[in-house]
């Protein structure tokens, strides 16, 4: 499995940006794929995520209500759909995905339940 994040640059506070990930290597519409990000001196944490089906989205509190996670399982592709940016907004975001399942929410949060991982895509947003 290959992930392909893209769609980063630089954004003033209060705009919007939409990150796609485009999944390769393996059948798409099996897989939960998830959204992390870094920022500088930071450890890597848990955004949002959406299921195989698509249904349930899980966010992270700090961007709950502002970004949007969705999947287009006919052209095997993730996006976040991110608004209302702030600067603390700003880190580098990874896609990643995982055949791994679980009746917990707090399990979709941990990095180590993910197996594929892609590139990263750079956001920054600006005061």
């Known amino acids: 499995v290959q992930l392909q994040a893209s769609g980063g640059g630089l954004v003033q506070a209060g705009g919007y940006l939409r990150l796609s990930c485009a999944f390769s290597g393996g059948t798409f519409s099996r897989y939960d794929m998830g959204w992390f990000r870094q920022a500088p001196g930071r450890e890597r944490e848990f955004v949002a995520r959406r299921g195989w089906s698509g249904r349930i989205p899980y966010y992270a509190e700090s961007v709950k209500g502002r970004f949007t996670i969705s999947r287009d399982n006919d052209n095997n592709m993730v996006h976040l759909q991110m608004n209302s940016l702030k600067p603390e907004d700003t880190a580098v975001y990874y896609c990643?995905?995982?055949?791994?399942?679980?009746?917990?929410?707090?399990?979709?949060?941990?990095?180590?339940?993910?197996?594929?991982w892609g590139q990263g895509t750079e956001l920054t947003v600006s005061s």
């Open positions: 990643a995905a995982t055949l791994r399942t679980s009746d917990s929410i707090a399990y979709y949060y941990r990095l180590s339940t993910y197996d594929y």
